[in-house]
């Protein structure tokens, strides 16, 4: 089959070939060379995509020779490259006027008329090409096709019948005679067809899934069924009719059935890998049903099998385990993955997040700085390292990172949270007007951001500025996330701040109960609160348990070695 012509849907239904009067006029000796000159110009012009030069030099051909088809031709060749297919059309066509034996005029002309989805003329070009050639089936295969896309299906009927007195029936000319009679609603032929081509060759396991498909579009799973075994008896490695029977199985509800000959298809060659990534994409909608993520994973892990040089099948093996939380895993995997090919963008988008969940900074930063490399143009790579940046306290160049990110075109929460974390970073530095600023300008794209109030308000209780305001930022962050125990700390230490005693140590104890953990910062928060209540023995032993936790600053060491509160 030849490739000039992909299939389209019609457009226009009655055209023919417009007819073309061109005079001709006498050309003389001295003409003759010019314009021969003028072509070889022309070509050159054209190799070198210089298309306006090479434009003119043809134009002035004409102007010399109105009938020099070979210029019309050049002219149509380099207007159709350049997209511009009705001034390709009008050439071609002033070509065919002039030189109507000529193949390759024609064949231009199909494929001009194909791009400009104009049905009727490429039926006719075709016609004119089996007329010049015959014994090239394609022109006819072409034809049949058109004549489909035509909605002409009986007529497509009769073009493949005529192939097949040229050629005999081919696997090509029995799906397109299918096609056509599904088309006409005659399943009867389409049936009697297929009989015939398997009674003339009982061997070939594609007859046999063609009527396999048959039945199973007709709803007749049964005889579909019988059709795909006789198949697979036939060739046991054909992947379509494992994926054929998976699908009538999973629509009797036999899951299992159905996984098992998708495993199969997953070590058949013959279906391509990113069909086989869309199977495994579309059980991500039935997660976190164990059933479906072991499905998922089973598969994935089978096209790392069958694909070891492939970076998509490692990809995809890391989003099955990103999705089922084994992340350490999952990073290994896009580790793979990357290996094998540096330029897939979300994969390295997903390894510098799986390393945020994991608490590795040094990770997010050495892995964001290196796909920064390849993909230089991405705010959120520069928003993911900034984070890191700011965790090892390398606040200064967070900053440079941060304001990178809002270069870029972000999109609203992502410019949020790159506001917010300027925020931090300001705070980190002690620049607390900037730091304020930042909170304000995230809070001003989104007043109901609960990390942004959180955050913001937490600070303004450090530095004691703003505490009403600090207030009422922490009590909106805790209705809008209750029991967060972080934002129930930050409300505690606001109102320890305003030394409302009471109401911290009512706010931190809820803070304690919700962590999922013992907390040191939360205890030595709570010593602090019952100290300034009196019960200095109590507080006192919560400060030593926030240390045994881990917490070593020179601050809580103080009130341990003092016994007494210390800012």
């Known amino acids: 089959m030849i490739s000039y012509f992909p299939a389209f849907a019609q457009k226009n239904k009655e055209a023919r070939q417009n007819i073309v009067l061109i005079a001709g006029k006498p050309i003389s000796t001295k003409d003759s060379v010019t314009i021969e000159n003028l072509f070889f110009l022309g070509l050159q012009n054209k190799l070198n995509q210089q298309n306006q030069a090479a434009i003119n030099n043809f134009n002035s051909i004409i102007a010399l020779d109105p009938q020099n088809h070979n210029a019309y031709y050049e002219l149509a060749q380099i207007y159709f490259k350049s997209k511009d297919y009705e001034k390709a059309k009008e050439n071609i066509q002033k070509a065919i006027t002039v030189n109507g034996e000529n193949e390759w005029y024609w064949v231009l002309s199909a494929t001009i008329y194909q791009e400009l989805k104009d049905y009727n003329l490429l039926s006719y070009a075709l016609d004119e090409l089996v007329k010049l050639s015959p014994d090239k089936i394609e022109y ?92 697979k008896e036939l060739d046991s490695g054909t992947g379509y009719v494992n994926l054929a029977l998976s699908d009538i199985y999973n629509s009797e509800g036999r899951t299992e059935e159905a996984f098992s000959e998708l495993t199969q298809a997953f070590r058949a060659s013959e279906i391509n890998l990113d069909q086989k990534v869309k199977i495994i994409i579309s059980y991500f909608s039935f997660f976190p049903d164990l059933k479906y993520v072991r499905y998922a994973e ?56 799986i390393k945020l969940s994991l608490n590795d900074m040094k990770g997010v930063i050495e892995t964001g700085d290196e796909a920064l490399t390849y993909f230089p143009q991405s705010g959120n790579l520069y928003f993911f390292v900034a984070i890191g940046l700011v965790q090892a306290k390398q606040s200064e160049k967070a900053i440079e990172y941060l304001n990178n990110a809002l270069n870029f075109d972000v999109d609203k929460p992502a410019k949020i949270q790159i506001y917010s974390t300027l925020g931090d970073a300001y705070q980190n530095l002690g620049k607390y007007k900037e730091s304020s600023e930042s909170y304000e300008k995230a809070l001003a794209l989104d007043a109901n951001n609960v990390y942004t109030l959180n955050n913001y308000a937490y600070y303004l209780s450090l530095r004691s500025e703003k505490l009403e305001k600090a207030a009422q930022m922490s009590s909106l962050s805790n209705k809008l996330d209750p029991n967060n125990a972080s934002f129930l700390d930050t409300y505690a230490w606001i109102l320890f701040k305003q030394k409302k005693y009471n109401e911290a140590k009512e706010w931190i104890e809820k803070a304690i109960k919700a962590s999922k953990e013992t907390n040191a910062v939360l205890l030595e928060h709570y010593g602090d609160i019952l100290y300034h209540l009196q019960s200095v023995d109590l507080a006192l032993s919560y400060w030593k348990k926030a240390k045994d936790l881990g917490e070593d600053s020179a601050v809580l060491e103080r009130k341990i070695n003092e016994k007494k509160y210390v800012e």
């Open 140 to 231: 006819r295969l072409e034809k049949a096709n058109t004549l489909m896309l035509l909605q002409k299906p009986g007529d497509a009927i009769k073009e493949y019948q005529e192939i097949e007195k040229n050629i005999g029936s081919g696997l090509e000319t029995l799906e397109g005679k299918l096609r056509a009679y599904r088309a006409l609603g005659d399943f009867k032929s389409a049936e009697e067809e297929l009989k015939k081509q398997i009674n003339l060759d009982p061997a070939n396991f594609r007859y046999h899934i063609l009527l396999g498909d048959l039945y199973f579009n007709n709803k007749d799973k049964e005889n579909a069924v019988a059709s795909y075994k006789k198949a």
């Open 298 to 353: 089973s598969l994935a892990f089978i096209l790392t099998e069958e694909y070891p040089d492939e970076a998509k099948s490692f990809a995809i093996y890391g989003d099955v385990l990103f999705q089922k939380g084994e992340y350490k895993k999952a990073g290994e995997s896009y580790q793979r993955a990357l290996a094998l090919n540096k330029n897939i963008y979300a994969v390295w988008e997903q390894l510098v997040r």
